[in-house]
């Protein structure tokens, strides 16, 4: 508890964007709910909470002082599962063909503001997952595996969004899950458009995640 306390004083600048960011983008859609009447958007919020779940699960394995190997492994599991939640909201942004036209600006405000602070959380979560890991291996695997997780989040985000699979059904749907994961590796020219989203959208995560990671290192040198 001591450990929790400690880190979340230390991280209280992160922890307070974070919770500007959030409480921003729910009073944009509160706003955006009042002038429409509408809940349309409400499954924001949860989306969001999904995406706070990866970055939870990292700052709690920050908390831990020395880590069981076998513990890291089962957490990091669970954390590469929620993961694709974070970057998911933007692709919430599709939603915006069906908006009122009246209220579009504000629409895009409600999605843009969800969407960055799921980006936020996600670039978080690959940082703190980054540290915890080094004293287990070594710079240049630890270099491979973050840019590979940008586009297994990629694909990850493809399973969500155009086959509409949840992160929970790998354990209650893994038949069906599998089956058309195993299709789209196996049948790569019977399924582009998998491939091709993978592709740039694990981009856009490496480069933004690049950028992200620039500006805080410059952060901080400015800081010293």
Known sequence: MNNIKQLIFSQFRVLSILTTSVIFSILLLMIRMKLTHSFFYLFLVWNLFLAVI??????????????NKLWLVLCFG???????????????????????????????????????????????????????????????KIKFLIFSLFFL???????????????????SNPKYLFEDIFTILLQPFSN?????????????????????????????????
């Open 192 to 224: 582009p458009e998998a491939w091709l989203f993978t592709f740039l959208f694990g981009l856009f995560l490496s480069l933004g995640f690049w950028m992200f990671q620039s500006l805080n290192t410059t952060h901080k040198q400015n800081q010293s």
């Open 78 to 140: 669970v954390w590469l599962l929620f993961l694709p939640n974070a970057p998911y909201i933007v692709t919430d942004l599709l939603h915006l063909r069906i908006s009122d036209t009246s209220f579009l600006w504000l629409d895009i405000l409600v999605v843009l503001s969800f969407a960055s602070s799921g980006l936020l959380l996600f670039f978080l979560s690959i940082l703190d997952m980054k540290r915890i890991l080094k004293p287990y291996i070594n710079t240049s």
């Open 54 to 67: 990866p970055y939870a699960i990292t700052t709690y394995l920050m908390s831990i002082p020395k880590l």
């Open 153 to 171: 989040n990629g694909f990850g985000v493809y399973l969500g969004r155009f086959l509409r699979y949840n992160s929970w059904e790998i354990l």
